[in-house]
């Protein structure tokens, strides 16, 4: 029989899992209306083209951070060569540049009058000429170097945590290393693998900044575009459904593949199997400086000398502007989200039912909705409580009978909190799993309780997980575009708005101040997340 002091975690835990099931139950709703004229024109002008581009997407993202992660993730890992140390935990630094900044970084530079090719030209003759940038190649190129960290990050942990038994042992049943990876590590990582593809392809899916600035058309631009360019909420809600069905079916695809897997037993391992020599060394050491240089060096350079020559000069108060309404919003959606986390934290150490598990996870999936689905499902339920209820209300008040809930920050916080609850809500389970229950115990024993035993025994312990959780959400935040384009309030431009209104206009060098911004405080939780690596492997 349950204890009833502990049946208050129930409504809790179900009203924040309710949050999350109310985008899809609006997104559902939707199909009850179709307005034909717009979708017989989405049809015949924009549909399989979508289909098109999003399948093209997913395939060559997926192969390219597979490559790209997989590849690093072994000669970092298990190779020793020059420069293996350092390249180890600089190739996460990408972690810290949005795709929508890449972007417009990479046409910037490699476009027919950028300096990459104007050089090519003078040196070389005006008949040189690379391939054009404006490309699916190119968007391809930009998302699998914003992307491959996941792959890299899931994939290193996973051969480091295979320990030196199994390597050995290969090498003893006469395997070359090039074998024992094919055979033994690569079979053995293959859960972790596809938990980063999985998630690389989620991104691919959401991105609308980076496929925007290449004016390469999928359905978070198309959500867009149906939202401002026919004003029919209800059909980029019916957009938004079919892709949320591509995550879905993404999701139940890695969850399949992955199977039931067994964690390692054997102790991580911190010095590296194979010493490369010659050839190989520098040829391992030139290819991770290479990705390295393309995906962080030369972009934040890029920024750097464009921030120099124009974008200073719009340091002004609309741009002190633009960081006071990102701070805010970032400070908002942390402190709501991280409070929000917490609760679900406690609830399932507290009351650790089946049921409780169930709302703790259904509230977690957020994470895999994309903003712009978000954005659509939010504002079409503020609309319908705003007709149905907030306007007769007012009105029987006395009051303007003007909508209250459609574009008000309270929309955007809600799409924050459901977006980034997952975020937040791993690094307080973390920080909660190392408090021992002996330690609450003997506080309940000396009399302290309630509110007393949270303030003098958990908040003390739980600081350290709730800063960290607090710094991911106000990061994530900052970089968020497509929630924060379609749903912000009239007047409340922010660093990542800035850059699609001046990436729109081609005002590459413009955009540089705010992305150089958002790029320097991304860094603060790539830089917590390698120390944090390095201390769990001891390297």
Not at 295 to 306: E, K, S
Not at 380 to 388: I, K, N, P, Q, V
Request: proline letters at 6%.
């Amino acid at each position: 029989m349950k204890r009833p002091a502990l049946r208050r975690w129930y409504p809790i835990t179900f009203a924040i899992a309710a949050l999350v099931l109310l985008p899809l139950c609006v997104l559902l709703l939707s199909w009850h209306e179709v307005d034909r004229e717009i979708w017989a024109h989405l049809w015949d002008t924009q549909l399989p083209r979508l289909l098109g581009n999003s399948l093209v997407l997913v395939l060559g993202v997926g192969c390219g951070v597979t490559l790209l992660g997989v590849s690093l993730a072994w000669l970092t890992s298990l190779c020793e060569f020059p420069g293996r140390r350092w390249l180890d935990w600089a190739l996460m630094l990408p972690f810290a540049i949005p795709a929508y900044v890449l972007a417009f970084v990479f046409i910037g530079l490699f476009d027919f009058a950028g300096p990459v090719q104007s050089l090519l030209r003078e040196g070389f003759g005006s008949g040189v000429r690379l391939p054009r940038v404006r490309s699916t190649g190119g968007v391809i190129t930009v998302l699998v170097l914003v992307f491959y960290p996941y792959v890299y990050l899931l994939a290193r942990s996973a051969f480091l945590a295979q320990g030196r038994g199994l390597m050995e042992a290969a090498r003893t049943l006469g395997l070359t290393p090039w074998q024992a990876f094919w055979r033994v590590a690569l079979p053995m990582a293959r859960p972790a693998i596809g938990a980063g593809l999985a998630l690389a392809i989620m991104e691919t899916l959401a991105d609308f900044g980076a496929v925007s600035v290449f004016n390469f058309d999928t359905f978070t631009t198309a959500i867009y575009k149906t939202w401002y360019g026919f004003f029919s909420l209800g059909s980029a809600a019916q957009l938004a459904s079919l892709l949320l069905l591509g995550v879905c079916l993404v999701l139940y695809g890695e969850r399949r593949a992955r199977g039931v897997t067994r964690p390692a037993s054997e102790r991580p391992r911190g010095a590296a199997l194979y010493h490369l020599r010659g050839a190989r060394a520098w040829a391992a050491t030139a290819w991770c400086g290479l990705v390295f240089a393309c995906a962080f060096v030369i972009p934040l350079l890029q920024l750097l000398v464009w921030c120099w020559q124009r974008g200073r000069f719009d340091l002004d108060e609309r741009y002190l502007g633009l960081i006071l309404h990102s701070l805010y919003l970032g400070a908002m959606a942390a402190l709501i989200t991280v409070a929000v986390a917490l609760l679900l934290a406690f609830a399932r150490r507290q009351e650790p039912t089946r049921p409780i598990r169930s709302a703790v996870g259904l509230a977690n999936l957020g994470y895999a909705l994309p903003g712009s689905v978000l954005a659509v499902a939010i504002m079409l339920a503020f609309s319908w409580l705003d007709r149905e209820l907030v306007v007769p209300v007012s009105g029987l008040l006395g009051g303007a009978g003007k909508p209250l809930l459609v574009g008000s920050l309270s929309a955007l916080l809600l799409a924050y909190l459901v977006r980034f609850m997952a975020v937040a809500h791993g690094p307080l389970e973390n920080a909660l799993a190392r408090i021992r229950p002996a330690l609450p115990e003997a506080a309940r024993s000396l009399g302290v309780a309630g509110p007393r035993l949270f303030l003098r025994v958990y908040l003390p312990l739980l600081v350290p997980g709730a800063l960290s959780a607090a710094l991911l959400v106000f990061v994530d935040v900052l970089k968020e575009m497509p929630a924060t384009l379609l749903m912000r309030p009239f007047g409340w431009d922010t660093l990542a708005v800035r850059i699609f209104e001046m990436t729109s206009e081609g005002e590459w060098a413009r955009a540089s101040l705010p992305a150089l911004s958002l790029v320097l405080v991304g860094l603060l939780p790539v830089v917590g997340l390698i120390r944090r690596s390095a201390r769990g492997f001891g390297r």
